[in-house]
């Protein structure tokens, strides 16, 4: 799996620390995105239409 994240979201903070109790960290690949509500990463539009982080990416797709 891959993680788009945000080091500054809440809600990255959140899933971050979901992953670390479950032990399921080591199995998701972390992808730092630099966003802005008035500029959004093109690079998370395909996975996330509306360009928000966190967006997790399942392996099947």
């Known amino acids: 799996m891959k993680l788009s994240y945000s080091p500054t979201s ?8 979901l992953l670390h109790e479950t032990g399921q960290i080591e199995d998701v690949t972390l992808e730092n995105i630099s966003t802005t509500p008035l500029a959004p990463d093109a690079a998370l539009l395909p996975n996330n239409p509306l360009a928000k982080v966190p967006a ?4 099947e797709g």
């Open 56 to 59: 997790l990416v399942r392996d």
């Open 10 to 17: 809440p809600y990255v903070r959140k899933v971050m620390v």
